[in-house]
């Protein structure tokens, strides 16, 4: 579930909705995917890495391949709830030694895309993950001061 999270990078109410089709097909965990987002209203594609894959191809051994189950089943025949989800994620936080109140269930979200923001400054790559409708919103969830667009523009040789 954590490793998914880092690469899905949805939401917290996207991620826990996630069915066994969303990554599951013809008989194997697939490279990419695309969701719908609810609070966007639009697709959202992301990869899954090898890593993460044959952590899924487990998973998918205990849960089984009913493409119409969740991924992480709660009660009855529902998902695991928001608040499980971040009770999951608290508890991994804390098992790392990190403080449990600096991360979040959101973080899963940031993480990605704040690495692949600092090794290649492209914000419009983010923008398309991340699902943002304006290169503004993402430059805000990013936190992308004028002091980080001036150090890109004095890499750029011309």
Same mark, same amino acid.
């Given at each position: ?109 940031? !993480?990605?895309? *704040?690495?692949?923001? @600092?090794?290649? #400054? ?5 923008? +398309? =993950? /991340?699902?943002? !409708?304006?290169? *503004?919103?993402?430059? @805000?969830?990013? #936190? ?5 667009? +001036? =150090? /890109? ?6």
């Amino acid at each position: 579930m954590f490793e998914l999270a880092i690469d899905s990078k949805l939401r917290g109410c996207d991620f826990v909705r996630l069915k066994v089709r969303d990554v599951f097909s013809n008989g194997r965990v697939r490279d990419r995917t695309a969701v719908f987002q609810r609070k966007t209203k639009r697709s959202v594609q992301f990869e899954i890495s090898p890593r993460t894959r044959a952590k899924l191809e487990a998973w998918l051994q205990v849960l089984g391949t009913d493409p119409d189950d969740y991924l992480f089943p709660g009660s009855g025949s529902s998902h695991v709830c928001v608040r499980q989800y971040a009770r999951f994620i608290r508890k991994c936080i804390e098992l790392a030694g990190l403080d449990p109140y600096a991360y979040a269930t959101h973080s899963m979200r940031r !993480t990605k895309v *704040a690495q692949l923001y @600092r090794a290649t #400054g492209n914000l419009r790559a983010v923008q +398309l =993950l /991340l699902g943002h !409708t304006s290169i *503004a919103s993402t430059t @805000r969830y990013l #936190g992308v001061e004028v002091e980080d667009a +001036l =150090l /890109l523009s004095e890499q750029v040789q011309i």
